[in-house]
Antibody, heavy 121, light 108 residues
């Protein structure tokens, strides 16, 4: 059974940093691209970033480019999102999501339960 | 960037009725790379449809997707009590990936 366990969210001041993790199990982690998708309170879904199975290619939404960095450790079956220079508009539930199929730019067949990041002073 | 516009914003229907949800793209979605998700309060989204019309694993056949180019539709043939939720479309034909604003299907 595929499982994705998001963690690392919390309250952080504007300008601060946070690192999110997503522990994966139930599939061959290194064979699939992974992504982060966020949802601000009461709002819709917003794609944040995606990374290839090898970790060699990464893609970002313009709204986070230069501030958020996606990475993965295939030996630990874990996906990360390093979040720097955080802003109030980054406040959201962050979901990790597994790629459907072989592509990096794709839809998502499994999602984590989400972890809440709140940026506030 | 491809902008997806979903309509209506809210659909008020009774169990057993048919639901028709629309997703319109600002430009053509290549290869019909269009997905639909269901999200219930406090839960992660669930993939229903990919490739515009293919049902994901374990999705009941009352859910169907259709369309191509810029106009796509999700149809729920007979609403069950567990189908009342918010539905999102997503295009993955080009980067950046984008989602529609969602359609809430509520009990009338």
């Amino acid at each position: 059974e595929v499982q994705l366990l998001d963690s690392g969210g919390g309250l952080v001041q504007p300008g601060g940093s946070l690192r999110l993790s997503c522990a994966a199990s139930g599939f061959t982690f290194s064979s699939y691209a992974m992504s982060w998708v966020r949802q601000a309170p009461g709002k819709g879904l917003e794609w944040v970033s995606s990374i290839s199975g090898s970790g060699g290619s990464a893609y970002y939404a313009d709204s986070v480019k230069g501030r958020l960095t996606i990475s993965r450790d295939n030996s630990k079956n874990t996906l990360y999102l390093q979040m720097n220079s955080l802003r109030a508009e980054d406040t959201a539930v962050y979901y990790c999501a597994k790629a459907y199929g072989d592509y990096v730019i794709t839809c998502f067949d499994y999602w984590g339960q989400g972890t809440l990041v709140t940026v506030s002073s | 960037e491809i902008v997806l516009t979903q309509s209506p914003g809210t659909l008020s229907l009774s169990p057993g009725e048919r639901a028709t949800l629309s997703c319109r793209a600002s430009q053509s979605v290549s290869s019909s790379y269009l997905a639909w998700y269901q999200q219930k309060p406090g839960q992660a989204p669930r993939l229903l449809i990919y490739g515009a019309s293919s049902r994901a694993t374990n999705i009941p056949d009352r859910f169907s997707g259709s369309g191509s180019g810029t106009d796509f539709t999700l149809t729920i043939s007979r609403l069950e009590p567990e189908d009342f939720a918010v539905y999102y479309c997503q295009q993955y034909g080009s980067s950046p990936l984008t989602f529609g604003g969602g359609t809430k299907v509520e009990i009338k």
